[in-house]
């Protein structure tokens, strides 16, 4: 009888731990304590990390650089660990944060600034996509303080999101519209509560499929993850509002899960390579989240990419890294492992 390989000790690292002060967790309270429901994601990967016998230091970063540039003279990090999601509550200056620990030869965890500015701007990321054939819904861009004009081919129901804002930050149920006045009330709203430029795509009603990609040049691809709205009755749009990708309260209340896809093995293998094309078309490292809807006759449509997804344990890019065989543990070393390895392009 053969037994199973032991996992060779994880090599203990300097690790600077970046994220928003508010989302500093509560290491003496258990992640199921309600001051750290905000702070599933901190807490598992600072936990899992000081499990593993790595040595971090952990830094609140807002609107200052200057914490980062100390920890870095007086910590001297091997790596930073980011778990940025915004830097002075702009969440495209993400990228800015990155590109200050490149220029101080700092490796760090997930995108590079590249993949950050190519995939945040969904306009500019379909546009790149289109390019290399990777079907996605047909959009328009309202800049703020325009009024939305409808090019012939976009047809009612059409959904209206930030332009730059994911997480599905200002998506509702009223986010699909089926008429001019509904159009122009939602790219109001999205100019005025969001701030930002709306983008109008074609509504495509279908599964919500999430694939997985960990790597740099070498992929792998995670297990198909699905958003299931089976629970939800009346004339409701299936789509994963704030409300249902944020509040357990509400998924619970409409039966509303996410679980590996119930597809054949062609569909399954259709759907992962299509992810691996969007990975490299844009220019993505580290780990990400494709999301895509599959309309009923099967056809595929990419709608985003998300750099960086939500890494807390019994999330969804955990949960496929898991059910592939990758621990969560594991998930986090290998992460890690990839933005020791990544270089910057170097061109001349």
Known sequence: MTRPRKEPAPRRRRVLTLMHPSLVPYEDRPATDPSNHDRRMEWDVVTTLRARGHDLSIIGVDDDLTPIRQSIDEFKPEIAFNLIEAFADVGVFDQNVVSFLEL???????????GLTLSR????AKKLMAYHRIPVPDFTVVPRGRKPVLPRRLTFPLIVKSLIYESSIGISQASVVENEDQLAKRVQFIHDTIGTAAIVEQFIDGRELY????????????????MSFAGMSGRTWHIATERVKWSTAYQQKHGIE???ASLTDEVTLR??????????ALDLTGYAR????????????VIEANPNPQLAEKEDFAESARRAGVPYHTLLERIMALGLQWQPSRTG
Do not use: I
């Open 271 to 280: 759907v992962q390579h299509l992810a691996k094309r969007v990975y490299r």
């Open 211 to 226: 694939v997985g990609v960990l790597g740099n040049t070498r992929l792998q691809v995670f297990p198909v993850w699905e």
């Open 104 to 114: 101080l030869r700092v490796p760090y965890t997930g995108c590079s600034p590249r």
């Open 290 to 301: 494709v999301d895509m809807r599959m309309a009923p006759d099967g056809r595929l449509f």
């Open 258 to 260: 996410t679980a590996q």
């Open 121 to 124: 701007d969904k306009a500019l």
